[in-house]
């Protein structure tokens, strides 16, 4: 597992339309697969694809989002990224995030093995961008970004890319 880029984008203000999880949902192993596994097996992605207002080059990525909040402590959410406006379809839940820069890495790794979801992955994420200059808030928004194709298209070695995203102050 490598980061094999790491750069500043500018995101617009958005809506993440999806579900919201905390420590209750996860697994034994401490991750929310199982969660995602239903995501998959629902269809719901494909429920939000046609009923929501897609932003070009932003709505086309699933997004795993993970935030402490004053109010309800650790929260992972599962969805996508829409226009603020956007009406919930019935069944899910929906927050505002505001526009902002946002630090990125891609990950490099195998999905399979479980190694881009590990803590070391994560650390070594934010330690990228720390090297950078950037700082970011310990309770701001943290995105897992999949995009299409980084994440989706493994490559001749089986990897893939994932997004690791923070939220900049």
Not at 102 to 121: D, F, H, P, Q, T
Not at 159 to 164: G, Q, R, T, W
């Amino acid at each position: 597992m490598e980061i094999v880029k790491v750069y500043r984008e500018s995101l617009p203000g958005v809506k993440l339309i999806g579900k919201r999880y905390t420590n209750a949902d996860h697994d034994a192993s401490g991750t929310f697969a199982g969660q995602w596994g239903k995501w998959f097996q629902s269809g719901w992605f494909d429920t939000l694809k046609k009923q929501c207002a897609s932003i070009p080059n932003i709505s086309d990525d699933y997004i795993g989002a993970i935030r402490m909040s004053a109010g309800n402590g650790f929260e992972y959410w599962i969805g996508i990224l829409y226009a603020p406006g956007s009406e919930v379809p019935d069944g899910f839940e929906s927050i505002e995030i505001a526009a902002g820069d946002i630090g990125v890495c891609w990950l490099y790794g195998n999905e399979k093995s479980g190694e881009l979801y590990s803590m070391e992955a994560s650390d070594m994420s934010m330690a990228a961008l720390k090297k950078q200059g950037w700082n970011f808030s310990e309770n701001g928004w943290f995105l897992e970004r999949y995009n299409y194709p980084r994440f989706t298209d493994p490559d001749e070695k089986g990897n893939v890319i994932l997004d690791i995203c923070a939220y900049l102050m």
